[in-house]
C-alpha cells in the first residue's frame, strides 16, 4: 500500500509568483484535503476535493485553488504569492466523507518560502 | 481560524518519566484525535477517540474524551527519546476539515 507522497519537498518563490503543488493519495482513498502549516502553529485547513469537486473550504482567499484529477492526485495552486504564504503545505487523503468522519492521512509535505 | 488550546505549550522531561497533555476547545466535538508530527513530517495519527468519558490506549499511550465533550487529555508512561515531536489534538467539523490545537512539544532527556 502506498502512501500519500508530495512533490516538490521544498520550493522557493518570490512575491507575486504563482506556486502548483502536488499531491498523491494513499491507495484506495478518493479524497483529498490541503491544509497549510505555519511555522509554530497547527495546520490550518483550505479545501478538500472528492470527485474532482471542491468539498469544503477553509478561510483562505481564491488565490488559493485546487484541481483533483480522475486518479484522486490533486493540486494546490496559489497565485500573487505573499510572505505570509510561507509555510509547510499537507496533503491528507481519505475515503469518501460520508455522515461521519473519515481518517485522514497525511503526507510529508512542501515548504514553500516566499522571498 | 478557529484552533484548539493546548497545555503546556512544551515540555522538557527525563527519559522514563510520565508526560501529560490536554486540548480544551470552546464547542464540543464528537470525535477527538491526538496526532505526533516529527520534524518535517506529516501528522501520524495516534490514538482516536470517539465516545464523551472514554478511555483509550495505544501501547504507552492513553487519550479520554473529556465528558462535557470541549476536552481530551493524552497521557504518555515511561516516556522514551523517539517521543520526542510535537503533539496535536484535532477535532473534525462535518465531514471535511480537521481543526488542530495550537500543539505541545515535548522534549526527552536521557
Known amino acids: 500500500e502506498t502512501g500519500v507522497t508530495q512533490s516538490p519537498t521544498h520550493l522557493i518563490k518570490t512575491r507575486g509568483q504563482q506556486v502548483t503543488l502536488r499531491c498523491s493519495s494513499q491507495s484506495g482513498h478518493n479524497t483529498v484535503s490541503w491544509y497549510q502549516q505555519a511555522l509554530g502553529q497547527g495546520p490550518q485547513f483550505i479545501f478538500q476535493y472528492y470527485r474532482e469537486e471542491e468539498n469544503g473550504r477553509g478561510n483562505f482567499p481564491p488565490r488559493f485553488s485546487g484541481l483533483q484529477f480522475p486518479n484522486y492526485s490533486s493540486e494546490l495552486n496559489v497565485n500573487a504569492l505573499e510572505l505570509d504564504d510561507s509555510a509547510l503545505y499537507l496533503c491528507a487523503s481519505s475515503l469518501d466523507p460520508d455522515t461521519h468522519y473519515n481518517e485522514q492521512f497525511f503526507g510529508p509535505g512542501t515548504r514553500l518560502t516566499v522571498l | ?110
Not at chain 2, 22 to 31: G, L, R, V
Not at chain 2, 42 to 70: C, D, H, M
Not at chain 2, 76 to 88: L, R
Open chain 2, 1 to 110: 481560524g478557529q484552533q484548539l488550546n493546548q497545555s503546556p505549550q512544551s515540555m522538557f522531561i527525563q527519559e522514563g518519566e510520565d508526560v501529560s497533555m490536554n486540548c480544551t476547545s470552546s464547542s464540543i466535538f464528537n470525535t477527538w484525535l491526538w496526532y505526533k508530527q516529527d520534524p518535517g513530517e506529516g501528522p501520524v495519527l495516534l490514538i482516536a477517540l470517539y465516545k464523551a468519558g472514554e478511555l483509550t490506549s495505544n501501547g504507552r499511550l492513553t487519550a479520554q474524551f473529556g465528558i462535557t465533550r470541549k476536552d481530551s487529555f493524552l497521557n504518555i508512561s515511561a516516556s522514551i527519546p523517539s517521543d520526542v515531536g510535537i503533539y496535536f489534538c484535532a477535532g473534525p467539523r462535518g465531514t471535511d476539515k480537521l481543526i488542530f490545537g495550537t500543539g505541545t512539544r515535548l522534549q526527552v532527556f536521557p
